[in-house]
């Protein structure tokens, strides 16, 4: 266990941030890191603990070799954004790879809807690389613009878990069903194009919306799909439209944002806001 200097509280041993207060604990591990780095084989070489290194030793320290190889990496931070929109904890983070967590990698939060090790980010030629490191709830990232959907698609308007899914041509064109040669009798229906599956806490589905119009308003107050309890959404939040064959997502000017759960690497601007679990994290360079 590591305690830390500023607030007394104490953390797991590989962590390089107070899960507390958000102050850096690297300068406890300041040995350990000055070995791997400047081993028998001499400076220059490239390990996972110093590539994760935090900046802030002393010029003068034996560490100065290992810190100036870790600041020859761009840094970043990710700034915990509270749910009424404040910020709270900033981390500033140097390194290639930095992993995010429950109980393992550089980044930990005490966050049940998160896997030991949930996220990745990485630095490559184009910046940073946010990857999910699990399938089961995922990252999710706000929208910036409008985008196509494929279908087994993620959202998160407001505080709705919703799949998308596209419909076959069969599930789309249901004859009437017979009874021993009589029509059942039935409310008449367009045909649907798709549709919304409400995801719950118990990985059931609670409710489906099947989305019959070309454009489909989400939202609060008025709209096609409404949601009158989720304090969360905007009076219209959202729009889901079919255009050329295919799903198309919009946000339209929502307080808190469209989130789409990312299927694979995602690369990361500067104000990118993700969701992991109940954790809002806002990305920045710097």
């Known amino acids: 266990m590591t305690k830390c200097g500023r607030c007394g509280n104490a953390n797991a041993g590989d962590v390089l941030f107070c899960q507390y207060c958000g102050t850096r604990l690297a300068v406890e591990r300041l040995s350990e890191i000055a070995d791997d780095q400047l081993g028998p084989s001499g400076p220059g070489i490239s390990n996972r603990s110093t590539d994760r290194m935090i900046e802030g030793a002393p010029a003068g320290s034996p560490m100065s070799a290992a810190v100036r190889v870790a600041q020859q990496h761009a840094g970043f931070r990710l700034v915990v954004v509270h749910r009424d929109g404040t910020d709270g904890i900033a981390y500033n983070l140097l390194g290639d790879q930095i992993d995010i967590g429950r109980t393992e990698g550089d980044l930990l939060f005490e966050d049940p809807h998160l896997a030991p090790r949930h996220a990745r980010i990485v630095a490559s030629l184009a910046g940073r690389v946010l990857t999910p490191l699990e399938n089961r ?35 789309r064109n249901l004859r009437p069903a017979l009874e021993h040669g009589v029509v059942v009798f039935g409310t008449p229906v367009r045909p649907p194009w798709a549709r919304l599956r409400q995801i719950t806490p118990a990985s059931v589905t609670r409710d489906v919306f099947h989305l019959t119009r ?3 308003i989400l939202g609060r107050e008025t709209g096609d799909i409404v949601f009158s309890d989720d304090e969360f959404m905007s009076r219209r ?50």
């Not at 706000?142 to 069969?170: I, N, W, Y």
Request: charged share 25%; hydrophobic share 35%; aromatic share 6%.
């Open 137 to 171: 709830n995922g990252i999710y990232v706000r929208l910036r613009g409008s985008l196509d959907l494929q279908d087994g698609d993620h959202l998160l308007v407001g505080k709705q878990v919703l799949r998308f899914e596209l419909l076959t041509d069969a599930e």
């Open 214 to 216: 070309p454009d489909v």
């Open 237 to 286: 939040h959202a729009q889901i439209a079919f255009r050329n064959g295919r799903g198309h997502l919009e946000d339209l000017g929502s307080s808190n944002g469209t989130f789409l759960r990312l299927r694979g690497p995602h690369g990361l601007n500067s104000g990118d806001l993700i969701r992991m679990g109940d954790e809002l994290l806002r990305f920045e360079i710097g």
